[in-house]
């Protein structure tokens, strides 16, 4: 079985800065793209930022500049650095990963469990 699990929400001030982390275990072989997505009270999931086996990465327009998405491949971590925090970037963070499982050696897409970040004064 393959997990993601996710760590480092929490409240901050307008202006703030958080560092979200997910961390893959499991029987994993490899791990494709991974990526973060959140959701916000009353609208849909949306991508924040994707990076792949390689470290490419794209960002929504509403983030860039601000959040920075790394990934240490030998820890199967992925790493979202959150700078400037406004109260709009209020929502529930969500992991997501294209894994490679041993026991099938077929890919799958992974979820976590989400991790509430609140942006307020």
């Known amino acids: 079985q393959v997990q993601l699990v996710e760590s480092g929400g929490g409240l901050v001030q307008p202006g703030g800065s958080l560092r979200l982390s997910c961390a893959a275990s499991g029987s994993i072989f490899s791990i494709d793209h991974m990526g973060w997505y959140r959701q916000a009270p009353g609208k849909q999931r949306e991508l924040v930022a994707t990076?792949?086996?390689?470290?490419?990465?794209n960002y929504a327009d509403s983030v860039r500049g601000r959040f920075t998405i790394s990934r240490d491949n030998t820890k199967n971590t992925v790493y979202l650095q959150m700078n400037n925090l406004k109260p709009e970037d209020t929502a529930v963070y969500y992991c997501?990963?294209?894994?490679?499982?041993?026991?099938?050696?077929?890919?799958?897409?992974?979820w976590g469990q989400g991790t509430l970040v609140t942006v307020s004064s």
């Open positions: 990076i792949t086996s390689g470290g490419s990465t």
């Open positions: 997501n990963g294209r894994i490679g499982v041993t026991t099938t050696f077929v890919y799958r897409e992974v």
